[in-house]
């Protein structure tokens, strides 16, 4: 039966890809007028006004709507090095500059799905299906994005760490700075699961980032910035509630997302003989769990966990669970309480071996301590 249910999933999810590539090929000619307006509007302002006057609302509202193709504005809320990343693509014109953000971001997607999947055709048909497979993932490009980008570097940084290239590991984790309040806690659960100079030298490249930033910045576009986060939960009001606190409320939320990162940074260290793929998905999911600010889009990076934890070869977690998992969080998507109820129960799968059953965080043929 399992042997038929492998081919048959891979069917599935080309023609679930198929359906959803159509859909987001024609769903560009309104998404040029959403997310990418604000990296290339904050890229302008730097050009004719400095990097510090990026985070003015006051520039950016017109510089966003003065691209026109959409009534609607947001603030630009990211990080500068995402504008960093967009802003020569300003010297184009705005159509031209999206298009290149599409082919980029759908490459990228493509890519980490590429080198995250096992080496059998059958596996690699899986994992690129999983990702494209979710209409609301699939999207992720034509939106302007940088989340595929993300997902790409968390791979890149898996791959590094498997070839025992942890400097360029490290390196290669620093990109997920473009959107970090999507995967900001996998290079801690890295951390916690002894992958030191992983650590250090993502710390180190981030730093670096973070430097070149307060220097472009320069001490009034910081505060700038700074007063924009503070001042962004009523741009996020109509957002999902993807946190057990929005969700619960803070009295009852905030202790449990508490105990649920107590919980992910136990099984990156329950787990840190078996390699890093499930600290990189712990840190993934924690992240997801606490973080306030997401889009629909940005929930490829738990398609990059389930990716690792299928990778991890779990006795608790088979191909089965995992796919049933991925099934219930595309259907989490539209019921947010069903998403985070399944992430959370998945950090509680992980820690089930240590009530007993220690023998499955160890590599086969080796005995715990």
């Not at 802003?87 to 999206?98: N, S």
């Not at 992983?198 to 505060?223: C, E």
């Amino acid at each position: 039966m399992g042997r038929l249910l492998t081919p048959a999933a891979a069917a599935a999810l080309v023609v679930l890809t198929a359906f959803d590539v159509v859909l987001s090929a024609a769903a560009t000619t309104w998404q040029i007028g959403t997310d990418f307006r604000m990296p290339y509007a904050v890229g302008e302002i730097a050009r004719s006004h400095g990097w510090q006057h990026i985070y003015e609302l006051s520039l950016q509202h017109p510089a966003v709507l003065g691209l026109g193709h959409s009534d609607l504005f947001y603030p630009y809320l990211n990080a500068p090095p995402w504008a960093f990343l967009v802003w020569p693509l300003t010297f184009i014109p705005y159509p031209v500059a999206y298009a290149i953000c599409v082919v980029v971001m759908t490459a990228c997607l493509l890519a980490a799905a590429l080198l995250a999947a096992p080496s059998d055709r059958l596996h690699r048909i899986i994992y690129v299906g999983s990702a494209f497979g979710s209409l609301e993932v699939a999207l992720g490009p034509g939106f302007g994005q940088p989340a595929a980008l993300v997902a790409l570097a968390i791979v890149g940084c898996w791959r590094l760490m498997k070839a025992d290239r942890p400097a360029l590991a490290g390196l290669a984790l620093a990109v997920i700075s473009v959107k970090p309040n999507i995967a900001l806690l996998v290079p801690l659960a890295l951390l916690m699961a002894g992958h030191t100079r992983v650590f250090i030298y993502w710390a180190a490249a981030t730093l670096a980032l973070v430097a070149i930033s307060v220097v472009a910045l320069q001490p009034s576009g910081v505060q700038e910035y700074l007063v924009l986060l503070a001042t962004g939960p009523r741009f996020l009001a109509s957002e999902p509630a993807w946190t057990l606190s929005r969700l619960l409320g803070t009295t009852v939320g905030l202790p449990l997302e508490v105990l649920v990162l107590i919980g992910a940074a136990a099984a990156a260290w329950l787990y840190r003989r078996r390699g890093p793929e499930v600290p990189i998905a712990a840190g993934i999911l924690a992240t997801l769990i606490v973080s306030p600010y997401m889009h629909t889009q940005d929930l490829v990076v738990l398609v990059v966990a389930i990716w690792m934890l299928h990778r991890a070869e779990l006795e608790q977690l088979n191909g089965r669970m995992l796919a049933a998992f991925w099934v219930v969080a595309i259907v989490g998507i539209e019921w947010t309480p069903l998403l985070v109820a399944a992430e959370v129960a998945l950090i509680g799968v992980l820690l089930y071996p240590a009530l007993g059953r220690r023998r499955l965080l160890v590599p086969a043929g080796t005995q715990p301590r």
